[in-house]
């Protein structure tokens, strides 16, 4: 009997709890219709502005004449006042038909599937409540999300600045000598009403070789890092790799497209141009050679890590420009590629294609 009493409490106490829930839920709903009327004002009274800005600028153009001017800003005027009109009074409709209810209120589509074209990820929409199987938890869509982030990957040619000398001169392999980057960027639009100017932010682990030409390879001696040739052996392959993790941050800038429902709004870069402009600092995580030859026919292989006074503090500028997520390259260390009493200075430099997926 005790049982069967503390059954029946828990039962009582779950259905006091869900339906404290669906008040809470239902509260959170009419709440947050009302702050869409507000929103509907904005957006209608900003379409105005920009419709009679752009009457001003064919009066000023000589396009129309005055009074043709003014008919068309009074018919722009009556369209907004109809829009925030109906506008308002479908969202009347629906507060008053879930206070009447008290949020009880039959739905068809109750169970779809939502997809976000700019968060790119399947949610499944049950009584309007959004769950996204990526965080294990249900959500409505926010109306107007001002941050997205990208799988970053970038992959090109590397190379060295040296002092004194041109890329022609370089000692090392242009084909050979090659760079990739991976990592994870976020994007925040920087004003409220527009998505013309971006900032760009995140972290990168970039990875930077270079190949040396003629049978040579790198020796560190007395704190000194230079050149030297392979005398033991013809080398089949020598690579100087530096591995490093940097905090990449730039200004983006370019057009997007605007989407408005319902419910939510959103700036979409499909097929949009793109280009950004800033640079990145980090750290060096480490620096190891390669070397390949043969010797009395046997195949060698060494590998040297960390010895070579590579520099530990990584900074340096960085620039993309393309479409939507593919996107031209470039970036170039500020810093030197090893430390100070390396003579003559090099500097590292890439240029390649990035994707952000």
């Known amino acids: 009997m005790r049982t069967l009493s503390r059954f029946i409490v828990l039962i009582l106490l779950t259905l006091l709890a869900q339906n404290a829930t669906a008040q809470q839920d239902y509260e959170r709903e009419i709440a947050r219709l009302k702050e869409q009327k507000e929103r509907v004002m904005l957006q209608e009274k900003e379409a105005l502005k920009k419709e009679i800005e752009e009457i001003n600028e064919r009066l000023e153009a000589g396009e129309i004449s005055l009074v043709r001017a003014d008919r068309l800003k009074e018919e722009a005027a009556r369209k907004r006042a109809l829009n925030i009109e109906d506008r308002l009074a479908i969202l009347d409709n629906r507060i008053a038909l879930l206070e009447r209810n008290k949020g009880d209120v039959l739905k068809d589509n109750r169970d779809r599937f939502d997809i ?119 080398l089949q392959k020598s690579k100087l790799r530096m591995d490093n993790l940097v905090f990449p941050l730039h200004l983006e800038f370019g057009p997007s497209r605007f989407i408005e429902s319902e419910d939510k709004i959103r700036y979409s870069l499909r097929r949009q141009f793109r280009l950004g402009l800033g640079g990145y600092a980090g ?63 090099q500097r590292n430099i890439s240029l390649g294609l990035r994707f952000d997926l």
């Open 116 to 234: 976000d074209e700019e968060d790119r990820r399947a949610r499944i929409t049950i009584n309007e409540r959004s769950w996204d199987p990526f965080e294990s938890r249900y959500r409505r869509a926010k109306y107007d999300r001002r941050t997205y982030s990208d799988l970053v990957v970038a992959v090109g040619l590397n190379n060295a600045i040296i002092e004194g000398q041109s890329l022609d001169d370089t000692p090392y392999k242009v084909g050979g000598s090659r760079f990739f980057e991976l990592g994870w960027a976020w994007r925040t639009r920087v004003f409220r009403n527009t998505n013309f100017m971006r900032i760009n932010y995140g972290f990168s682990f970039q990875f930077n070789g270079l190949k040396p030409k003629d049978n040579m390879y790198f020796v560190s001696e007395g704190g000194q890092t230079s050149l030297q040739d392979f005398e033991i052996a013809e």
């Open 283 to 345: 750290f060096n995580l480490g620096t190891r050679q390669k070397l390949k030859y043969r010797l009395d026919g046997d195949r060698i292989k060494d590998k040297v890590k960390g010895a070579f006074n590579t520099n530990d503090f990584i900074y340096g500028l960085s620039a993309y420009v393309g479409v939507e997520g593919i996107l031209l390259y470039a970036k170039y260390d500020l810093n030197t590629i090893f430390k100070d009493g390396a003579a003559p200075e």
